[in-house]
C-alpha cells in the first residue's frame, strides 16, 4: 500500500502540469520579467483587456528575419507534449499597413537559439475582405531554413491556414507535439486548424519562447506545459 502512494505520488508530481509563474491577487497565472531572456523586444507586465498579462512590443531593425523576436522563457525544456497559452496581437500605432500584428510561440528552441520550431497567429488576416489572405491567418515556420517565405512557395496553403481572429482579442492557444507531428488548436476546438506532419528540425528537447513579427504589439497570459 505504501509503496502504491508513493508511486501515484511520483506520477502525480511527473505529469502535472508547469504553470508560469506566480499567482497576483485575482490567482491568475501570469509570466514573470525576471524568466524572460529578451531578444529584439521589449517587455512589461501589464493588465491588458482585465487580465494581467506580459506586454511584448517589437525592439529590432526592421529588416530582421523570422528568428529574431522573441522571449525565451527560462528554465523550461520541452521536447513532446501538449503547450497553452493566451495571447492577443495587434500592429504598433506606426507600423506599416501590411503587418499584420504577428504572435506566437516557438517552441524546442535550442541552447544557442539558432533552432526551433513555430506557430503563429496574423490577427489582422482573420477576417479580410481579401479570400487568399483569410487563409494565410495561422503559421507554421520552422527555424532555420524554412521561413514562411520559402514555405508558401514552395507548397502554397500547406503549412498555413484559416481562422477567425480579431487583431488584440484575447486567444486561447494549444500546441500538440510529438516526434515530428504538431498540431494548432485556437479558442477550445476540438479538432486543430493547422497540423503539420513534418516538422523540420530534428525533434530534440529545447526551450519555449514567446514570440511576435515586426511591427506587433502583444501581450501572453497562463502558460502552461504538460506531457
Known amino acids: 500500500m505504501r509503496l502504491s502512494l508513493l508511486a501515484t505520488l ?5 505529469c502535472a502540469p508547469v504553470v508560469l509563474l506566480g499567482q497576483n491577487q485575482d490567482h491568475r497565472q501570469v509570466l514573470s520579467l525576471d524568466k524572460l ?3 529584439n523586444v521589449k517587455a512589461a507586465l501589464t493588465t491588458y483587456r ?3 498579462s506580459v506586454q511584448l512590443t517589437d525592439s529590432g531593425k526592421p529588416d530582421l528575419n523570422d528568428a529574431s523576436r522573441f522571449a525565451l522563457v527560462r528554465g523550461l525544456s520541452f521536447q513532446d507534449g501538449t503547450i497553452e497559452i493566451a495571447l492577443s496581437g495587434d500592429t504598433a500605432p506606426d ?3 501590411e503587418q499584420r500584428g504577428f504572435v506566437g510561440v516557438a517552441f524546442r528552441v535550442s541552447a544557442d ?3 526551433f520550431e513555430c506557430f503563429y497567429l496574423r490577427p489582422k488576416n482573420g477576417r479580410s475582405e481579401d479570400p487568399v489572405q483569410r487563409n494565410h491567418s495561422a503559421q507554421y515556420i520552422s527555424i532555420p531554413g524554412f521561413p514562411w517565405q520559402k514555405l508558401r512557395f514552395d507548397t502554397p496553403g500547406k503549412y498555413e491556414a484559416y481562422v477567425d481572429l480579431l487583431p488584440g482579442e484575447w486567444t486561447k492557444v494549444r500546441i500538440y507535439v510529438k516526434d515530428s507531428v504538431a498540431k494548432l488548436y485556437v479558442n477550445g476546438a476540438e479538432q486543430p486548424i493547422l497540423v503539420v ?3 523540420k528540425q530534428t525533434s530534440a528537447r529545447g526551450g519555449i519562447a514567446l514570440w511576435i513579427g515586426p511591427g506587433t504589439i ?3 497570459t497562463d502558460l502552461k506545459l504538460a506531457p
Do not use: Q, R, T, W
Request: glycine residues 4%; negative net charge.
Open 218 to 220: 502583444a501581450h501572453f
Open 197 to 199: 506532419n513534418d516538422l
Open 37 to 39: 531572456e529578451l531578444h
Open 113 to 115: 537559439k539558432s533552432h
Open 10 to 14: 511520483i506520477y502525480m508530481v511527473l
Open 50 to 52: 482585465g487580465v494581467p
Open 95 to 97: 507600423a506599416p499597413p
